[in-house]
């Protein structure tokens, strides 16, 4: 059975999904890493273990950023998203709250930069209402305050925020 789109799977209308492979999630653009680049052996393992999880190519989103690493986007015959540097966590976790059904998937090292990066946020921004600029204008300035503080200056701020308290 091969449905409109040509994968071999079900379009989500509650008939039997058959299989799900690899092909299914390759996409027909030729990959343009260096040779020997650590990213060839992680699109084989995501493209591999993608039919594992079930979950249909046009049911799935890959979020990335910039650099080389950013193309993988471009290798998977899914949905993807290409963002701008640092804020692939952010792109995903809208996706998540815009289309609550899907599922985001982040590795360990996702998690904890995505957890590093909101943490360095929500800083900024304690810190900047604690000085008396509105919420609004808080969330604005952090976004780009914090592509920029030292961690030097991060831990100036978290101790001027325990000293307010």
Not at 7 to 33: C, I, V, Y
Request: glycine residues 12%; positive net charge; aromatic residues 8%.
């Amino acid at each position: 059975m091969t449905s409109e789109n040509g994968h071999g799977h079900g379009n989500g209308n509650g008939s039997a999904l058959p299989m799900l492979t690899k092909k299914d999630f390759s996409s027909d653009q030729e990959t343009r890493w260096c040779p020997g680049c650590g990213d060839y052996a992680i699109l084989a393992t995501v493209q591999s273990l993608m039919p594992e999880l079930g979950v249909p190519p046009e049911k799935t989103v890959f979020v990335s950023g910039i650099g080389c690493a950013g193309r993988f986007v471009y290798y998977m015959d899914t949905y993807g998203v290409h963002g701008i540097h640092g804020r692939a966590p952010a792109l995903a976790t809208g996706l998540a709250t815009a289309r609550p059904y899907r599922g985001v998937f982040l590795t360990e090292k996702g998690r904890a930069l995505a957890q590093r990066v909101r943490l360095r946020h929500r800083l900024v921004v304690d810190v900047l209402r604690a000085l008396g600029v509105s919420s609004e204008a808080a969330e604005a300035d952090a976004e780009g305050i914090e592509h920029y503080v030292s961690e030097h200056t991060l831990k100036a701020f978290a101790q001027f925020l325990r000293s307010q308290r």
